[in-house]
């Protein structure tokens, strides 16, 4: 199994900071991460796939880089709705893996 | 608009049975791979299971494996999951979720709460 660490675990910023998340898969998949966005009691949504693909709807802020085990998720300029927790996901392999999940918290 | 609406959950003692079930509407149920995830209360989200878009295969966490059936009738629009032996680290919302061409997840339901107690 595909272990996913992600990094930090809590980042304490300021409305209008530029955000960098990290996601480091134990082995190579390739560019097949997913990231995404999870609010209080509310559903997951998808924010990128294929590591850089944006998801529909999603506003250009979000920026997703990376390939083989190194990733990383950029808030450009962080918006009030954005304070969330974030999953990295991989699904090059089976079982499909997720992150532990970052927290992004307001300062 | 994609809709996913699970249903199902509830409180149940260890060593019980539930079924899930997650109607979906607003695409064509036929063409896409569906999965359930689960999240237990104030953890991360955790890949359960998985069924191709005919269903002729599935897929499993080793952590359900040999207790959790998934299945999905297409005339019905309506995926669902088989969960038997209950254990108490089953207790989660389950949510079920559509994949893309590759198994991410771009649309996903509420949410089904499974408590396994006594």
């Known amino acids: 199994e595909i272990v996913m660490t992600q990094s930090p675990a809590t980042l304490s910023m300021s409305p209008g900071e530029r955000a960098t998340l990290s996601c480091r898969a134990s082995q190579s998949v390739s560019s097949n991460l997913a990231w995404y966005q999870q609010k209080p009691g509310q559903a997951p949504r998808l924010l990128i796939y294929?590591?850089?693909t944006r998801a529909t709807g999603i506003p250009a802020r979000f920026s997703g880089s990376g390939s083989g085990t190194e990733f990383t998720l950029t808030i450009s300029s962080l918006q009030s709705e954005d304070f969330a927790v974030y999953y990295c996901?991989?699904?090059?392999?089976?079982?499909?893996?997720f992150g532990q999940g970052t927290k992004v918290e307001i300062k | 608009e994609v809709h996913l609406v699970e249903s199902g959950g509830g409180l149940v003692q260890p060593g019980g049975s539930l079924r899930l079930s997650c109607a979906a509407s607003?695409?064509?149920?036929?063409?896409?791979?569906m999965s359930w995830v689960r999240q237990a209360p104030g953890k991360g989200l955790e890949w359960v299971s998985a069924?191709?878009?005919?269903?002729?295969?599935?897929y499993f966490a080793d952590s359900v494996k040999g207790r959790f059936t998934i299945s999905r009738d297409n005339s019905k629009n309506t995926l669902y999951l088989q969960i038997n032996s209950l254990r108490a680290e089953d207790t989660a919302v389950y949510y079920c979720?559509?994949?893309?061409?590759?198994?991410?997840?771009?649309?996903w339901g509420q949410g089904t709460l499974v408590t396994v107690s006594s």
């Open positions: 996901q991989q699904y090059n392999n089976w079982p499909v893996t």
């Open positions: 294929g590591a850089s």
């Open positions: 979720a559509r994949s893309g061409r590759g198994y991410w997840f771009d649309y």
């Open positions: 607003g695409f064509t149920f036929s063409s896409y791979a």
């Open positions: 069924i191709s878009d005919s269903g002729d295969s599935t």
